[in-house]
């Protein structure tokens, strides 16, 4: 592919979805640590200088991945849940489906306030927070959707948690490991869970808690 600097603000737009779209490729053969921005350039025929013409620098093309994958997660959220709750076991276990679906937003978010975030331009930093912000807006009004005797605070502690838990979780699972190709070891004590079992367990003590925090 042999790149012409875009001219227009659509042409921007679709250069910087394709940048991106090729460190998004790179992330899934290499993983995050072996990406480089050069190599993003080069799988697009991309100068490193033309580059430069788009992001500061490989930490705003993944915070910028990442922003997407958020976004579509709660996109996703919203699509798949809606009215209140009434069986919470069948809520919980579509709600750990819902996240493993997301793996890559789950992966990168682990990493994004410690290594990330290290090296990213503040201007990219600072669009990540406030896109951040608005996408928990949007779980809250959600959960208060699902959980109608939730006060606004509980609203915001269960998004808090539910996602807290599963950037803890998933590096974890044996889903991850599978993934980045890390050795599972087989041993009971040593060897690595599934995401879904423990986290719908997380899930349904988070909710009890929740429903006690009411009493």
């Not at 991106?20 to 899934?28: F, H, N, Q």
């Not at 788009?54 to 009215?83: P, R, W």
């Not at 201007?123 to 949007?138: D, I, L, P, T």
Request: some cysteine.
């Amino acid at each position: 592919m042999d790149f012409i600097r875009a001219r227009g603000e659509e042409q921007k737009k679709i250069r910087i979805q394709q940048i991106v779209d090729a460190a998004a490729s790179l992330y899934a053969e290499v993983g995050y640590d072996k990406v480089t921005f050069s190599q993003i350039g080069r799988k697009l025929s991309f100068s490193r200088l033309n580059l430069y013409n788009y992001f500061h620098c490989k930490e705003d093309i993944f915070l910028t991945l990442l922003l997407q994958d958020i976004g579509e997660m709660v996109e996703d959220a919203g699509k798949t849940f809606s009215g209140m709750v009434t069986d919470r076991d069948a809520f919980c276990l579509a709600w750990a489906a819902m996240m493993l679906r997301h793996q890559r937003m789950m992966a990168l978010f682990s990493i994004v306030n410690t290594v990330i975030l290290k090296d990213a331009s503040s201007e990219m930093h600072k669009q990540f927070r406030v896109e951040m912000r608005q996408a928990s807006r949007e779980l809250i009004t959600l959960a208060q959707e699902l959980f109608p005797e939730f006060t606004p605070e509980q609203a915001f502690l269960f998004v808090d948690c539910v996602t807290g838990y599963a950037l803890t979780l998933y590096p974890a699972s044996l889903e991850y490991k599978n993934r980045m190709h890390i050795e599972v070891f087989q041993d009971p004590v040593w060897g690595s869970r599934d995401f879904v079992s423990q986290y719908v367990m997380f899930l349904k003590v988070l909710l009890k808690g929740l429903d006690k925090q009411a009493e």
